[in-house]
């Protein structure tokens, strides 16, 4: 039995002990209540506050709950987008446009200096995560994490090779990149947490994805841009109501879920729970240090 059935079996326990006692008349006409708390409250009131890797527990308890969903907040490698000093010269690159010998210097130094630095701390970041969840695995038998990015449920070979694939794909659009990933092999964690250690069987990644709305966001990016109506739409509304429809759609009542920092689900689990009042979610979110 591993932690958090402990947990939620033991208050179950204390509120089927209590709630089994009565009597007849009660001093001073104060009627007893005794609050009966849903199994997914159980599990978040019983959730750890102090967890390797993460700076920040914040749970939000919706009465009645049937379901809890934790989110680990991340940073992932399409993040270096943020990075001008890469992204606008890679445009020119992009566009063949011509440069000349001092822009092509200042670019490579750019990318060996302001690129790695980013990369070291995402990878960073992501090595909070990898804690998170093996923490989460070898204390409280949690092995499934639902990560953004995937509409299906890979296995340890794919996700080895998404992960030589995206240091492939680095590696070819900076081709003056210096990863160095024999003396540093943390930088495989840029690529995601989830890939190094599924790739090694320490986790199973599950579906956290709709491959439509994938596609969709794709296109609103290229066609408009991240800061278009249309982009946010689909990232922030349509994929995070499509999650939630597939955690309800499988057979755990709590599920981990990885997802970007910029996520917040609490506007859809209050939409979810306003039209779904017999089949509601509470949230807990955590968050790995480095995140801010």
Not at 25 to 52: C, H, W, Y
Not at 158 to 165: H, I, N, R, Y
Not at 210 to 233: I, P, T
């Amino acid at each position: 039995m591993n932690r958090y059935n402990v947990i939620v079996g033991g208050i179950l326990g204390l509120v089927g002990t209590f709630g089994g006692c009565h009597r007849e008349e009660s001093t001073n006409n104060l009627e007893r209540k005794v609050e009966v708390v849903s199994e997914a409250n159980q599990f978040l009131r019983g959730f750890p506050d102090m967890i390797p890797g993460i700076s920040g527990v914040v749970k939000y308890e919706v009465p009645g709950a049937d379901q809890a969903i934790v989110h680990i907040r991340q940073y992932h490698n399409i993040s270096f987008q943020n990075l001008p000093s890469i992204v606008e010269p890679l445009n020119k690159i992009n566009n063949g446009s011509e440069f000349s010998e001092k822009e092509l210097r200042e670019f490579n130094e750019a990318v060996n200096g302001v690129l790695l630095s980013h990369i070291d701390r995402v990878s960073d970041l992501q090595k909070n995560i990898a804690y998170c969840m093996i923490d989460l695995r070898d204390f409280y038998g949690v092995k499934d994490f639902r990560v953004e990015g995937y509409d299906i449920n890979p296995d340890r070979e794919l996700l080895l090779k998404s992960l030589v694939a995206d240091c492939q794909a680095l590696k070819r659009i900076f081709p003056t990149i210096n990863l160095n990933l024999e003396s540093n092999p943390g930088r495989f964690l840029y690529f995601g947490s989830e890939k190094v250690l599924g790739s090694q069987g320490k986790i199973n990644v599950r579906k956290a994805e709709e491959a439509h709305l994938v596609e969709m966001a794709f296109e609103a990016l290229n066609a408009e841009g991240h800061e278009s109506d249309r982009f946010k739409k689909v990232v922030f509304d349509e994929r995070e109501d499509a999650l939630l429809n597939i955690v309800d759609s499988g057979e755990e009542r709590f599920s981990f879920v990885v997802y970007g920092a910029e996520h917040d689900l609490r506007d859809n689990i209050d939409r979810w729970n306003s039209e779904n009042p017999d089949n509601k979610f509470s949230l807990i979110v955590l968050t790995p240090t480095g995140v801010d």
